[in-house]
C-alpha cells in the first residue's frame, strides 16, 4: 500500500500528549515513551539520536541501560501505531535513522504546529495593520486549541522545556487578546479576566498595563491607579518609569489615566469602516420597505443624501427633517436611507417614537430594543437609560450605522440615541423643528407642489383614470391641501372603488368642506380621514373605532380579537382590510396600530358613535382577557403557587393565551406592557370597572418581568392604581397597588419609600380577601429590615409569613419566607433554629421549577455559613450561582457569588475570593447598588490578604460610597472601621 504520510494521525501536545488515527484514539503508554513521542514530534520529521532522547526523557537520572530502555519506548509506540499501519510495515511512521529515530508523518496534524501557524498570522496581520476585530478572531482561534498544561504529566528536562516556551507563548498571546479586548471595548468580563491573570502572574508589564486599563474603562479610576502601585514592587525594572515610546507600560498608563487621556477608552470612530465582531456583532436591517409611488422630493432627496454622504467625518452626521403631521416626513426619511444604505454596511436601525403620543416611550425602552438588534444579550442591558446609551455608543464604536428615529418629540428624546462614532448617521423626524438639537442640520418639508401631488394621485389611481378626469383630479389634490397623507388616503379610495368618479369625489369634498387646511394641519387630515372612514361596512367601522380605545402604540391580534369580541380569524381579516386602506398599520405580523393622527380621529369617533356601555365592555374583555394570559405567564415562567397567582382572588372568564415556556412567557409580557399598561388605565379611568383585576395585572408585571428598567413603570402604574382604589373606597386593590408599588421601589434600592408603601399596604390587610397580600407584604417588610440591619424585626415578619403561606397551602411562598427568616434569625444567634428553617425551605422550594430551586439553595447557603458549616454553605452558594447563571436570573446569579467569595476570604483563600468577587460584579453594577457595594468590600478584603493595600483601599472606598449614598448606616460603619484599619 505504501507510506501515506501520516494522513488521517492527530497528535495533541496542548494539554495531555494524545493522538488519533481518524476517530480512533490512540494508547501511548507510558509516561516515559509518551516523553519519547513527543521529543520526535517536535523535531518534525528530522532524526533524533539516542543520547539526545536519553538527556530530553530521562535528564541526569537516566536508566541502567539507557539505549534499551530507548528502544523498548520506541517498541511500545510502534505497537501503538498498529491501528494505523494495519498490516502494511511501510506506512510505520516511527523509523530508525543511523543513530536515532524519527516519526515521518509530514500529513499528519499536530496542534503545536496549527498553533504557531496561527501566531505568525497574528503577527502578519498586525504588520498589515489589519482591523484588531480581525486579529483577535484568530487569537481566539489559536486559544481554542489548548485543552491543558502543554505535555502534562510528562516527565524530563525536554518536557519542562517544551512546557515553559508553549505557556509563555499562550501568556504573551492572550496579553496581546487583551489589549485588543480592551482597545474594541466590547467586553463586560474583561476585568475579572484581566485581574486573575494579573495576580496568577505577577510582575508582567502587559498584564499590569492592560488590568489598569481595563479598570479605568469600567469607571474604577482609583482602583486603576492601585493596581500600579501596588505592582510597582514586582515589576521589571525597566518599565517601573516612562520612557519615550514607552506609551503602554504601566508607568505610561499611570500617568495617562492621570491626565484623563481619552485614547485610553475604547476608541469610537476610525477612518475606515471597522471589520464586524465575530461572535457577537449583528448587522441591524430595520429600515421599513420603501413606497413602490414614491413621487417628487428631489431637492430634498438631493440634500440629505449629500448631508449623509458626509458620515465618516469629524463627528456624527445628524439630519432633523420637521413639518406638519401628515406631510410625508416618514416616507422621504425612508426612501433616502434606503437610497444610501450601501454607505452603511454595519446596518440601519429604525424606531418610531411617537412623538405625538401624551406619553411617548423613554429613550430607555428604544434604546433596549437597539442593543438586542445588536446583538446584546437581554441579560447584559444595563436598568439605567444612561448605561444603555453608553454602551449603545460603545456598539456603535468604530461602525458605520445609519440610525433613523422617526417622530421625534424634543431634543431630549432623541439624544441618548445618538451614536459616538464618526462613522455613523442619523436621520430625524419630528413636526416640531428640534432647535435644540446640537449639530444638527436642520430642514424643513413643505406640501408638495401641485404637480407632484398630482403625479402621487395619477400613480395610485392610474394614468387613464386621471386622463380622463384631469379637472378633477386636480381639484381633488388641491383640496387634500397638497398634503401627501391626505393624496394618498382618498387615492387609495378610488383605486379601491373603480366605480367611483373622481367629479364625485371632488364634489363629496366641495360639498363636506372636510380639507380646509388648519394651521396644525388636523382638520385637513380629519377630513382625509372621513372621507375613507364614512366609506366602511359597519363591521370594520366598528373595528376600526374600537381599536383606538386602549392607549397602546400596536395591539397584537389576540387583544384585538378580544376588544372586537370576534375570533382571531374574523379579527385578522377586518384589520388586514384597514391595512389595504390605510387607516391601520402592521408594524410586525400579527400586530397592528395607528398613525398618530388617525388614531386620535378614530377616538373621537368612538365617542360620537359608541355609548359608554359599549366602551366599557370591550375594556373589560381587554383586561380580563390581559390577566389570564398574564397568570399563564406566570405559571409557564416561575411555577408559581396558584396563592401567588391571584393575590385578591380577582375571577377572569377568559382562559387567556397559552404560554408554552418561561421565555415565551417573558417575551409576551414584555411585548405586552404597553398594551397591560392602557388596560390598567383603562380601569382606573371607568368606575364601572372594578380595581382588582388592574392591580392584579400590575402585580403580575412584575413577577414576570426580569428585566429591572421597567421598575420604576410598574411602580408609577401600582401608584395610579392606589390612586383610584382610595378614591373609590376600595381597600383590596389599594393594599395590592401599595404592595406591588413598594416592591418595585424596593428593587431599585429605594428602601425608605418601600418600607413606606409596604406598611401602608400591611395596615390595609384587615380581612380574609387580603390574608395573601399581607403575607407577601411582610415578607418584603422583612426583607427592607434585614437590609438595614435589623433582624429582629425581619425575622418577626418573615415567620409570619411563613405561618400565612403555610395556612394558605403556598409550599414555594413558604418556603422563600423561611429563607428570610432562617438569615435573620441566624444573625440574632438562633442557630439551631435558623437551619432547620433554611433546610425545610430549601426542601419546600426543589419542586417548584428551577428559579426556586436555585433560591432555597442559596437561601441555605447564607445560613450554614452563619451557623458555622463553610464547606457546605460554600457548595451551596457556588451551585446556585451556576444554577441562576443558566437561568439568567441575574441579581441572584450576583447574590450567590458574592457569597461565595465572603466564604473564600473568611478561609484566607485569597485568589479565590478575589475571583469570584470579579466574576460577578459586573452584574451587580447592572442588578443591584447594595450587591455591588458588598462585592467591592468583599474584593477590597481579598486584595488587602494579598499584599495590595492600594487597590484594596480602592474598592473599599467605592463600596462606601455607595452604601452611604443608599443610607445603610451599619455597613458604611464597617467599611469605615475595615479602612481605619
Request: aromatic letters at 4%; one cysteine or more.
Amino acid at each position: 500500500m505504501g507510506d501515506m504520510g501520516g494522513a488521517g494521525l492527530r497528535f495533541g501536545l496542548l494539554g495531555p500528549l494524545r493522538a488519533w488515527y481518524g476517530e480512533q484514539e490512540l494508547e501511548l503508554g507510558r509516561p516515559q515513551q509518551r516523553a519519547v513521542l513527543a521529543v520526535l514530534l517536535e523535531a518534525a520529521g528530522r532524526a533524533v539520536a539516542v543520547p539526545v532522547l536519553v538527556e530530553g526523557v530521562w535528564g541526569g537520572a537516566a536508566p541502567a541501560d539507557p539505549r534499551k530502555a530507548v528502544q523498548l519506548a520506541v517498541s511500545r509506540l510502534r505497537t501503538a501505531f498498529r491501528p494505523y499501519t494495519g498490516d502494511d510495515p511501510e506506512r510505520m511512521p516511527l523509523v530508525r535513522i543511523g543513530d536515532g529515530y524519527a516519526l515521518k508523518a509530514p500529513r499528519a496534524e499536530v496542534d503545536t504546529a496549527d498553533w504557531e501557524a496561527l501566531l505568525a498570522e497574528t503577527g502578519r496581520l498586525h504588520e498589515q495593520q489589519a482591523p484588531p476585530r480581525e486579529v483577535r478572531e484568530v487569537l481566539h482561534r489559536a486559544q481554542r486549541l489548548w485543552v491543558g498544561e502543554p505535555l502534562a504529566g510528562l516527565p524530563g528536562p525536554h518536557a519542562e522545556a517544551v512546557r515553559a516556551r508553549l505557556t509563555e507563548q499562550r501568556i504573551q498571546a492572550k496579553e496581546t487578546q487583551l489589549e485588543l479586548d480592551a482597545d474594541l471595548g466590547d467586553r463586560t468580563d474583561l476585568t475579572a479576566e484581566a485581574a486573575a491573570l494579573a495576580l496568577e502572574h505577577p510582575g508582567r508589564p502587559r498584564l499590569t498595563a492592560v488590568l489598569m486599563r481595563a479598570l479605568y474603562q469600567a469607571g474604577r479610576k482609583t482602583e486603576a491607579l492601585a493596581v500600579y502601585e501596588d505592582a510597582r514592587a514586582t515589576l521589571p525594572e525597566a518599565p517601573r518609569t516612562a520612557r519615550p515610546g514607552d506609551a503602554d507600560g504601566p508607568a505610561a498608563v499611570q500617568l495617562r489615566i492621570l491626565r484623563e487621556d481619552a485614547s485610553l477608552l475604547p476608541a469610537t470612530a476610525s477612518a475606515t469602516p471597522a471589520e464586524p465582531a465575530a461572535e457577537t456583532w449583528q448587522a441591524p436591517d430595520q429600515l421599513p420597505s420603501d413606497l413602490p409611488d414614491f413621487t417628487g422630493r428631489a431637492e430634498e432627496v438631493e440634500a440629505l443624501t449629500d448631508r449623509l454622504a458626509d458620515a465618516g467625518g469629524r463627528a456624527v452626521v445628524v439630519s432633523a427633517l420637521d413639518g406638519m403631521g401628515g406631510v410625508g416626513k416618514t416616507t422621504l426619511a425612508v426612501h433616502v436611507a434606503r437610497m444610501v444604505r450601501d454607505r452603511f454596511p454595519d446596518g440601519q436601525l429604525f424606531a418610531d417614537l411617537r412623538g405625538a403620543d401624551r406619553t411617548p416611550p423613554d429613550p430607555g425602552t428604544v434604546l433596549a430594543g437597539f442593543l438586542r438588534a445588536l446583538g446584546v444579550a437581554p441579560a447584559e442591558i444595563p436598568p439605567d437609560t444612561g448605561e444603555r446609551s453608553a454602551l449603545y455608543r460603545s456598539a456603535l464604536a468604530g461602525r458605520r450605522v445609519l440610525v433613523v428615529l422617526d417622530n421625534a418629540a424634543t431634543p431630549g428624546h432623541v439624544e441618548p440615541l445618538l451614536p459616538g462614532s464618526a462613522g455613523c448617521a442619523v436621520l430625524i423626524t419630528s413636526r416640531h423643528r428640534l432647535a435644540g438639537l446640537a449639530g444638527a442640520h436642520q430642514l424643513r418639508l413643505d406640501t408638495l407642489p401641485p404637480d407632484q401631488a398630482l403625479e402621487l394621485l395619477t400613480r395610485i389611481v392610474g394614468a387613464g383614470r386621471v386622463a380622463a378626469e384631469p379637472e378633477a383630479a386636480e381639484e381633488i389634490v388641491r383640496a387634500c391641501g397638497l398634503l401627501p397623507l391626505a393624496v394618498r388616503i382618498v387615492a387609495s379610495r378610488l383605486a379601491a372603488d373603480p366605480a367611483l368618479t373622481l367629479a364625485v369625489l371632488a364634489e363629496g369634498l366641495r360639498r363636506e368642506h372636510r380639507l380646509a387646511e388648519l394651521s396644525d394641519g388636523q382638520r385637513t387630515v380629519e377630513a382625509s380621514f372621513a372621507l375613507s372612514y364614512h366609506r366602511l361596512d359597519a363591521e370594520l367601522a366598528r373595528a376600526f373605532r374600537l381599536l383606538a380605545l386602549p392607549d397602546a402604540p400596536d395591539i397584537p391580534l389576540p387583544c384585538a380579537a378580544v376588544l372586537l369580541d370576534r375570533t382571531e380569524a374574523e379579527t385578522d381579516e377586518l384589520l388586514e382590510t384597514l391595512v389595504d386602506l390605510n387607516l391601520l398599520h402592521s408594524p410586525r405580523f400579527g400586530s397592528y396600530g395607528f398613525h398618530d393622527l388617525v388614531r386620535a380621529y378614530a377616538r373621537g369617533r368612538l365617542a360620537a358613535e359608541d355609548d359608554a356601555a359599549d366602551r366599557t365592555a370591550a375594556a373589560d374583555r381587554l383586561v380580563d382577557f390581559c390577566l389570564a394570559t398574564a397568570r399563564n405567564a406566570d405559571l409557564a415562567a416561575r411555577k408559581a403557587d396558584p396563592v401567588e397567582l391571584s393575590l385578591l382572588g380577582a375571577p377572569v372568564n377568559s382562559p387567556g393565551r397559552a404560554i408554552a415556556d418561561g421565555a415565551e412567557a417573558v417575551r409576551w409580557m414584555r411585548e405586552q406592557a404597553e398594551v397591560h399598561a392602557a388596560a390598567i388605565a383603562l380601569s382606573c379611568a371607568d368606575p364601572t370597572l372594578p380595581l382588582d383585576r388592574a392591580a392584579e395585572l400590575t402585580d403580575r408585571m412584575g413577577a414576570v418581568l426580569p428585566d429591572r428598567a421597567r421598575t420604576t413603570v410598574i411602580a408609577d402604574l401600582a401608584e395610579r392604581v392606589g390612586r383610584e382604589a382610595e378614591a373609590r373606597g376600595d381597600h383590596g386593590p389599594l393594599a395590592l397597588a401599595g404592595y406591588v408599588r413598594g416592591c418595585m421601589l424596593w428593587h431599585v434600592n429605594r428602601y425608605a419609600e418601600s418600607q413606606e408603601a409596604i406598611r401602608r399596604a400591611v395596615e390595609l390587610c384587615t380581612s380574609p380577601a387580603t390574608e395573601r397580600v399581607l403575607a407577601k407584604s411582610l415578607l418584603t417588610l422583612g426583607g427592607n429590615a434585614r437590609i438595614h440591619g435589623r433582624y429582629a424585626e425581619a425575622a418577626e415578619h418573615a415567620g409570619r409569613a411563613a405561618q400565612l403561606f403555610h395556612r394558605l397551602g403556598a409550599e414555594r411562598s413558604e418556603g422563600s419566607a423561611l429563607g428570610e427568616f432562617a438569615f435573620s434569625a441566624a444573625q440574632t444567634g438562633r442557630l439551631d433554629e435558623a437551619r432547620d428553617a433554611a433546610e425545610r425551605g430549601a426542601r419546600l422550594m426543589r419542586g417548584s421549577g428551577p428559579v426556586s430551586a436555585a433560591t432555597g439553595r442559596y437561601y441555605l447557603a447564607r445560613v450554614l455559613r452563619l451557623c458555622g458549616d463553610p464547606e457546605a454553605a460554600l457548595d451551596h452558594a457556588v451551585g446556585a450561582r451556576e444554577e441562576f447563571a443558566a437561568l439568567q436570573v441575574t441579581v441572584f446569579a450576583a447574590a450567590a457569588g458574592d457569597l461565595a467569595a465572603r466564604i473564600h476570604a473568611e478561609a484566607g483563600r485569597w485568589l479565590l475570593a478575589v475571583d469570584a468577587a470579579e466574576a460577578v460584579l459586573p452584574l451587580a453594577r447592572r442588578t443591584s447598588a447594595a450587591l455591588e457595594a458588598a462585592l467591592l468590600r468583599t474584593l477590597g478584603t481579598a486584595l488587602d490578604g494579598l499584599g495590595r493595600p492600594r487597590q484594596a483601599r480602592a474598592c473599599l472606598t467605592d463600596s462606601l460610597e455607595v452604601y452611604e449614598r443608599l443610607g445603610l448606616a451599619e455597613e458604611s460603619a464597617q467599611v469605615r472601621a475595615a479602612l481605619k484599619r
